[in-house]
């Protein structure tokens, strides 16, 4: 009983410690929760993003994952998707920022909050490196039910993570604080083509 309240915890502070750092896939949800009418609008971002980094730590420490990237092809295209993606991410939200403060623009729709959110959770390399080198490794020395907790930590926490930082862009909207939400806009542009210019350095190092 104490390996699986052990694992369980050793799963959820390892999350932690992963999920809390700004990037991409946070600052999208932390925005979405401050631009929505209500907290309950921004759910399908949460939702994606939760079910999203479920898969990703099951295929991690089933080891699934890692054997995917180990191929050269699949690794390739999955870079080529998430560069483009991110600096076209980079650039709306960029130019959101420089427009007035618009809720109907800014505010995704129910069908764009689910498309995006799933693409800045898979095609993230932040998201995948967590995952599988730092995630997978550290299920390696559990087996069986003692594993299963130490999924469940790390699954509890992204969960209640996102809900938090939704939450979190709730009440900065309801200060009506435009200028800062202007500001996390103008970061998580800036932020997405940090990580474009390291998937370009990535493709070199490994295919060329």
Avoid at 167 to 191: C, E, M, S, T
Wanted: hydrophobic residues 55%; positive net charge.
């Amino acid at each position: 009983m104490l390996d699986i309240i052990f694992a369980f915890f050793h799963g959820a502070l390892l999350s932690i410690g992963l999920i809390i750092p700004l990037g991409i896939q946070n600052t999208f949800i932390f925005y979405q929760g401050a631009v929505q009418e209500t907290y309950s609008k921004a759910l399908p971002t949460i939702i994606t993003a939760g079910i999203c980094d479920t898969i990703l730590i099951i295929l991690a420490i089933q080891g699934v994952s890692m054997i995917l990237l180990q191929m050269a092809w699949l690794k390739l295209t999955f870079f080529v998707i998430g560069f483009c993606f991110v600096t076209y991410m980079g650039f709306i939200s960029w130019r959101t920022g420089n427009s007035e403060y618009d809720k109907k623009f800014q505010a995704y729709s129910f069908r764009k909050q689910i498309i995006f959110s799933a693409s800045v959770s898979v095609f993230n390399p932040h998201v995948i490196i967590d995952t599988v080198a730092v995630i997978g490794t550290n299920s390696i020395e559990y087996f069986g039910v003692i594993r299963h907790a130490f999924a469940l930590g790390c699954v509890l926490v992204a969960w209640g993570w996102f809900f938090t930082l939704a939450y979190a862009g709730r009440k900065l909207h309801q200060q009506n604080n435009k200028k800062l939400i202007i500001l996390v806009n103008k970061i998580a542009a800036i932020i997405m083509w940090i990580v474009a210019t390291y998937l370009v350095v990535q493709i070199i190092q490994e295919f060329y």
